[in-house]
C-alpha cells in the first residue's frame, strides 16, 4: 500500500486576528475551500484574510452533502477497507475517459490523504464513513470500491457558533425536516419507516423532540441548530476560522486584482461602498464557487442546459473566473462536459421564492419510479447517478436530446417515500398538486394528456415497466443491477430494490429540468493550484481551487465526493506552495 508520509507541520502565527490591509495570503471566497485555505494558511505563519462578497458564509458547501472522495483516508483504513493509491487511480483511469488534467488527478490522490490529516490535525475530526457506506458510482468498472471511498461530515451542534451561527448560509428548506430541521441519512431512513419500526418510531421522536426544543428554546437562531452535511462542514471550518482569529470580511466583494509587474499581489475589495485595498505578499487564492449563475458565461460555454436550473448558491457568478481572466488567465473548456449535472424539479415555496430542488438519491432509485421523455417512453436507468441521468437527458450518451423529461409515479408510492420535495404527508401532497409542481391524474391517459405525450406510448411504456417489476428484472435498462443502483433503492422490495409496478390510482409526474450542482469548467492551473496564462505559464502568486479551478475529474462524475475532496486538497496545495513549504516524497509500503 502507498502512501504519504508527509506531517502536517505547524509554525506559529506572527500576528493573529489584526484588522489591517496587508497580508501575506488573501482568500476568495468561504467555502470549503476558501475556509480550510485560510486554515491552512494560518498554520504555515502567514498573515491571512477572507474576504466572501456576500453576509453569509459557506457558498453551495452549504447547500451540499459535504461528502468527500479520499481514497486512502485514515477513516476508510480504520474501517477495514483493503485500499491502494493504484487501485484508486484504476478506477479514475476506468470511468473518466480522458487523458485531460490526469497529472492532476494523481497529484490528488496521492496528496488527499496527507491535505485531510493536516486540516483535521487543525480542526478536530470532521468527518467518518457511514456503517453502510455508497459504493464508487461505478461499482462493477475495474478498481472501484464496493464499500466506497467516501466520507461524510460529522453532525454538529450549530450553537458552538453562539452569535455567528446566523453567519452561515442556511441549507435548501426542501431537504429539511419542517423546513428547518437538517437530516442525516439514517434519519430518512428511520422518519419512513417509523409506522412499521419500533426502533424507527423511538428516533423520529428524537427528531421531533429536538425540533421542539429549538422551536420554543432556541428561537433566536431561527431553524434548526443540528447542522448536518455541508451546512455541519462549513460550522466546524468557521469555528476553526474564528477561534484561530482570521479575519473575515463579509459583505466584500472582490473588484479587481492587484498586480506589481508580473505578479499578483493583493485585491480591491468595496466595503461600505467603499474601496479598499488588501496587499497579500504570498498572492490571493481564488475559491469564489465558479460560475454556476453567471448567464453570461453559461450562454457562452454551455447554452445546452437551458440557465436558471442550478441548485447551487445564487452569489455564484462566477467572480473569481472573471477576475482571473480579466489579467490573462486561462478559462480552461476542455473538459467533456462544463457542469456536474443533475436533475433539478422547480416549485413556489409558501415565502412565494423559487424552490430549485436537486434530484440527488432520494426518488429516483424507489421502486415505483419511472421516467418519461417527450415520447413518453422511458431512456435510462433511473436509479444511475444524477449526472449521467442529465446526460442522457441531454443526449450525450449515444441518444438524442429527451427533454421535457418527466419522473412518474403512482398513489402507492408517494404514500411511502418522499417524490422530489413533496415528502410522504397528505398535506404536503395536496399543496403541492394546488402549487402546479405536482401532476396529479386520475388516469395514465389523463396522466399522458396533463404532461403532454403519446397516449398507447405512456400506457405501453408503463404496462411493460409492470411486467419487469413483477420479475424483478429491468430487461430495458437493468435498473437494480448494480450495488450502487441497490444501496439507492429499498431493501425491504423484494425481489429488487429497486423495481416496483405503478398501478394504484391517482398517479403523478413531476418535470424536471437539466439543472446543476456546480461548474466543472474553471480556470487552467498546475498541480500547486498556480493560475495558469494562455501560453500555460503560472500567474505568479494566483491560486485557485474549488469550482474556480478546472476540475480535475474532466467533466465525469466517478463519485460522491469528487468536488469536494479536490477542493480541499488543491487548497492544501495552493497554500503549501504560496508558503514555500517542501512537500514530502509520496512513499510506497
Given at each position: 500500500m502507498?502512501?504519504?508520509?508527509?506531517v502536517?507541520?505547524h509554525?506559529?502565527?506572527?500576528?493573529?486576528g489584526?484588522?489591517e490591509s496587508?497580508?501575506d495570503?488573501v482568500i476568495?471566497?468561504?467555502?470549503?475551500a476558501?475556509?480550510?485555505a485560510?486554515?491552512?494558511?494560518?498554520?504555515?505563519?502567514?498573515?491571512v484574510a477572507?474576504?466572501?462578497?456576500?453576509?453569509?458564509?459557506?457558498?453551495t458547501?452549504?447547500y451540499?452533502?459535504?461528502?468527500v472522495?479520499?481514497?486512502?483516508?485514515?477513516?476508510?483504513?480504520a474501517?477495514?477497507l483493503r485500499?491502494?493509491?493504484d487501485?484508486?487511480?484504476r478506477y479514475l483511469?476506468?470511468?473518466?475517459?480522458?487523458?485531460h488534467?490526469r497529472e492532476?488527478?494523481?497529484e490528488?490522490?496521492?496528496?488527499?490523504?496527507?491535505a485531510f490529516a493536516?486540516?483535521?490535525?487543525?480542526?478536530?475530526p470532521l468527518f467518518?464513513?457511514?456503517a453502510?457506506n455508497s459504493?464508487?458510482?461505478?461499482p462493477?468498472?475495474?478498481g472501484?470500491?464496493?464499500?466506497?471511498?467516501?466520507m461524510t461530515?460529522l453532525s454538529?451542534?450549530?450553537r458552538?457558533?453562539?452569535?455567528?451561527?446566523?453567519?452561515i448560509?442556511p441549507?435548501?428548506?426542501e431537504?429539511c425536516?419542517?423546513?428547518?430541521?437538517?437530516?442525516e441519512?439514517?434519519?430518512?431512513y428511520?422518519?419512513?419507516n417509523?409506522r412499521?419500526s419500533?426502533?424507527?418510531?423511538?428516533?423520529t421522536?428524537r427528531l421531533?423532540?429536538?425540533d421542539?426544543r429549538d422551536?420554543?428554546?432556541?428561537?433566536?437562531?431561527?431553524?434548526?441548530t443540528?447542522?448536518?452535511?455541508?451546512?455541519?462542514?462549513?460550522?466546524n471550518?468557521y469555528?476553526?476560522?474564528l477561534?484561530r482569529?482570521?479575519?473575515?470580511?463579509r459583505?466584500?466583494?472582490?473588484?479587481e486584482?492587484?498586480?506589481?509587474?508580473?505578479r499578483?499581489?493583493g485585491?480591491?475589495?468595496?466595503?461600505n461602498?467603499?474601496r479598499e485595498?488588501?496587499s497579500s505578499a504570498?498572492?490571493v487564492v481564488l475559491?469564489t464557487?465558479?460560475f454556476?449563475?453567471?448567464?453570461?458565461l453559461?450562454?457562452m460555454?454551455?447554452?445546452e442546459?437551458?440557465?436558471g436550473?442550478?441548485?447551487?448558491?445564487?452569489d455564484?457568478t462566477g467572480?473569481?473566473i472573471?477576475?482571473?481572466?480579466a489579467?490573462?488567465?486561462?478559462?480552461d473548456?476542455?473538459n467533456v462536459e462544463?457542469?456536474f449535472?443533475?436533475?433539478v424539479?422547480?416549485?413556489?415555496?409558501?415565502?412565494?421564492?423559487v424552490?430549485r430542488?436537486p434530484?440527488?438519491?432520494?426518488?429516483?432509485?424507489k421502486p415505483?419510479?419511472i421516467?418519461?421523455n417527450k415520447?413518453g417512453?422511458r431512456?435510462?436507468?433511473?436509479?444511475?447517478?444524477?449526472?449521467?441521468f442529465?446526460r442522457?437527458?441531454?443526449?450525450?450518451?449515444?441518444n438524442?436530446d429527451q427533454?421535457?423529461?418527466?419522473?412518474?409515479?403512482?398513489?402507492?408510492?408517494v404514500?411511502k417515500?418522499?417524490f422530489?420535495?413533496?415528502p410522504?404527508?397528505?398535506s404536503?401532497r395536496r399543496?403541492?398538486?394546488?402549487?402546479?409542481?405536482l401532476i396529479?391524474?386520475s388516469?395514465?391517459?389523463?396522466l399522458?394528456?396533463k404532461i403532454?405525450?403519446d397516449r398507447?406510448?405512456?400506457?405501453?411504456?408503463?404496462a411493460e415497466f409492470?411486467?419487469?417489476a413483477?420479475?424483478g428484472v429491468?430487461?430495458?435498462?437493468g435498473?437494480?443491477?448494480s450495488?450502487?443502483n441497490?444501496?439507492?433503492?429499498?431493501?425491504?422490495?423484494?425481489?429488487?430494490?429497486?423495481?416496483?409496478?405503478l398501478?394504484?390510482?391517482?398517479?403523478y409526474?413531476?418535470?424536471?429540468?437539466a439543472?446543476?450542482?456546480?461548474t466543472?469548467y474553471?480556470?487552467?492551473?498546475d498541480i500547486?493550484s498556480?493560475?495558469?496564462d494562455?501560453q500555460g505559464?503560472p500567474?505568479?502568486?494566483?491560486?485557485?481551487c474549488g469550482?474556480?479551478r478546472?476540475s480535475?475529474?474532466g467533466?465525469f462524475?466517478?463519485?460522491g465526493?469528487?468536488?469536494i475532496g479536490?477542493?480541499l486538497?488543491?487548497a492544501y496545495?495552493a497554500?503549501?506552495h504560496?508558503?514555500?513549504?517542501d512537500?514530502?516524497p509520496?512513499?510506497?509500503?
Open positions: 502507498r502512501h504519504s508520509s508527509a502536517c507541520r509554525r506559529n502565527p506572527q500576528r493573529i489584526m484588522a496587508s497580508y495570503l476568495a471566497g468561504s467555502g470549503a476558501g475556509l480550510s485560510a486554515i491552512f494558511a494560518q498554520s504555515k505563519g502567514l498573515r477572507i474576504v466572501e462578497k456576500t453576509s453569509l458564509i459557506g457558498g458547501t452549504s451540499s452533502g459535504g461528502v472522495w479520499i481514497p486512502n483516508s485514515r477513516q476508510n483504513a474501517t477495514g485500499d491502494t493509491l487501485e484508486a487511480e483511469d476506468s470511468t473518466v475517459s480522458t487523458s488534467e492532476a488527478r494523481r490528488y490522490l496521492e496528496r488527499g490523504p496527507e493536516c486540516l483535521e490535525s487543525l480542526t478536530g467518518y464513513v457511514r453502510i459504493p464508487d458510482y461505478f462493477d468498472a475495474a472501484a470500491s464496493q464499500q466506497g471511498r467516501a461530515p454538529v451542534d450549530g458552538i457558533l453562539g452569535e455567528r451561527f446566523n453567519d448560509r441549507p435548501l428548506p431537504l425536516l419542517f423546513g428547518r430541521q437538517m437530516l441519512l439514517m434519519d430518512v428511520h422518519l419512513l417509523a412499521r419500533a426502533k424507527s418510531a423511538l428516533h421522536g421531533l423532540l429536538r421542539l422551536r420554543t428554546l432556541y428561537r433566536k437562531y431561527g431553524r434548526g443540528r447542522l448536518t452535511g455541508g451546512n455541519a462542514l462549513v460550522a471550518l469555528r476553526a476560522v477561534e482569529g482570521i479575519p473575515v470580511f459583505n466584500s466583494p472582490i473588484v486584482l492587484i498586480r506589481e509587474g508580473e499578483v499581489a485585491v480591491i475589495v468595496k466595503r461602498g467603499i485595498k488588501l504570498r498572492g475559491a464557487g465558479g454556476p449563475w453567471s448567464k453570461a453559461r450562454e460555454h454551455m447554452d442546459a437551458e440557465f436550473y442550478s441548485a447551487t448558491s445564487p455564484s467572480d473569481g472573471g477576475l482571473a481572466t489579467i490573462g488567465a486561462k478559462f473548456t476542455a462544463g457542469a449535472w443533475t436533475p424539479s422547480t416549485g413556489t415555496r409558501k415565502d412565494g421564492s424552490a430542488f434530484h440527488l438519491m432520494a426518488d429516483r432509485a415505483g419510479l421516467a418519461v415520447s417512453v431512456f435510462f436507468n433511473e436509479a444511475e447517478n444524477y449526472h449521467d442529465v442522457a437527458m441531454l443526449g450525450r450518451l449515444k438524442e427533454q421535457p423529461v418527466h419522473l412518474l409515479c403512482d398513489a402507492a408510492f404514500r417515500y418522499a422530489g420535495a413533496v410522504p404527508l397528505a404536503e399543496r403541492a398538486v394546488r402549487s402546479g409542481y396529479e391524474a388516469t395514465i391517459d389523463e399522458a394528456d403532454g405525450v398507447d406510448a405512456l400506457n405501453e411504456t408503463i409492470n411486467r419487469d413483477e420479475l429491468d430487461t430495458k435498462f435498473k437494480g443491477n450495488a450502487y441497490r444501496y439507492l433503492g429499498d431493501a425491504s422490495n423484494k425481489p429488487n430494490p429497486c423495481l416496483g409496478p398501478k394504484k390510482a391517482p398517479f409526474a413531476i418535470r424536471v429540468h439543472g446543476d450542482i456546480g466543472t474553471g480556470l487552467a492551473a500547486h498556480r493560475v495558469l494562455e505559464q500567474i505568479d502568486g494566483l491560486y485557485a469550482n474556480d478546472n480535475v475529474m467533466g462524475y466517478p463519485s465526493g469528487i468536488t479536490p477542493a486538497t488543491f496545495l497554500v503549501m504560496a508558503a514555500r513549504e512537500l514530502r509520496v512513499a510506497a509500503e
